[in-house]
């Protein structure tokens, strides 16, 4: 599975494995030292995936 996330930033990021939040920036929850398994987006990515606009609050969603 793959989890979308949006940060505090607006920056869009697509983890491999379940993400957590801290300070408004996500790390993946099992895996806190490089090399992380995520990779950022283009703005719009995550939106066009869903079908919805995803928020700070909402995230992450699992795919």
Do not use: H, R
């Not at 996500?26 to 895996?31: I, S």
């Amino acid at each position: 599975m793959a989890w979308l996330t949006i940060d505090k930033n607006g920056e869009e990021w697509i983890f491999q494995n379940e993400p957590i939040l801290k300070n408004g920036e996500w790390y993946e929850k099992y895996v806190m030292l490089p090399p992380l398994e995520c990779v950022q987006v283009p703005e719009g990515t995550i939106e066009k995936i869903l079908g919805y606009k995803l928020t700070l609050e909402t995230s992450p969603v699992e795919i």
